[in-house]
């Protein structure tokens, strides 16, 4: 069997190495830091130590967490001369994050390691199971009417500790889910299939 490295990329992007059919108590997982003041600098921090990392020990196959194809926005209130005012933004950090995806899926072609993005409704459905409903909390903005928040990275903790994976924080839980969702994969399961043969 293929050892799977499970990636949930952000600017602190967590990882986990699972090898399917063994004990779940042998799942590895880390944190990797991208540093860097610009975009282009924390693509090429993470990229760096990802290369270091596949050079070391090279997974059979890597899972990575798609990210969302669409820029959300929000409300948000800012203070005016005239007074408060409701305008309608995003997070810059959705624009960061195809730029990490890329430099993480460039260094693990350059290396010819077999990949594939999970989206994340499919890989917390294998995770989870069908059905799973994540803890709510409920967020309050000032101006606002309080909206629920899925906690998913809190059900991702409490989940490997369930399962009695050492996790350091909630992106190396996720990575985890991704992981092990990685095994499902039809691109995995052609590679095993190869193997096998």
Same mark, same amino acid.
């Given at each position: ?5 499970? =990636?949930?990329?952000? *600017? ?7 090898? $399917? ?6 799942? #590895? ?9 610009? $975009? ?5 921090? !993470?990229?760096?130590? !990802?290369?270091?990392? =596949?050079?070391?020990?090279? $997974? ?6 798609? @990210? ?8 948000? *209130? ?17 624009? =960061?994050?195809?730029? !990490? ?11 010819? !390691? ?7 409704? *499919? ?9 799973? #409903? ?11 009417? @309080? *909206?629920?928040?899925?906690?998913? #990275? ?36 052609? =590679? ?6």
């Amino acid at each position: 069997m293929s050892i799977i490295l499970g =990636l949930d990329i952000a *600017t602190t992007t967590g990882f986990a190495w699972y090898e $399917p059919g063994q004990s779940l108590s042998s799942i #590895k997982t880390g944190l990797i830091k991208a540093e860097g003041d610009s $975009p282009e600098e924390k693509a090429a921090s !993470l990229a760096d130590q !990802l290369r270091v990392m =596949l050079k070391d020990d090279r $997974p059979g196959f890597v899972a990575i967490e798609e @990210p969302l194809r669409n820029i959300k926005a929000y409300k948000k *209130t800012i203070q005016t001369l005239y007074g408060p005012k409701v305008v309608h933004t995003v997070n810059p950090n959705q624009m =960061l994050l195809p730029g !990490l995806i890329g430099a993480a899926v460039g260094i693990t072609s350059a290396y010819r !390691l077999p990949w594939q993005t999970i989206p994340s409704a *499919t890989w917390r459905k294998f995770f989870f199971g069908t059905g799973f #409903k994540p803890p709510i909390k409920i967020v309050e903005k000032e101006g606002e009417d @309080p *909206t629920e928040e899925k906690q998913w #990275k809190k059900a991702a903790v409490d989940r490997c500790r369930m399962l009695r994976i050492m996790v350091r924080n909630a992106d190396a839980a996720e990575a985890v889910g991704i992981a092990m969702a990685g095994e499902a994969c039809q691109r995995f399961k052609s =590679l095993q299939a190869r193997r096998a043969a």
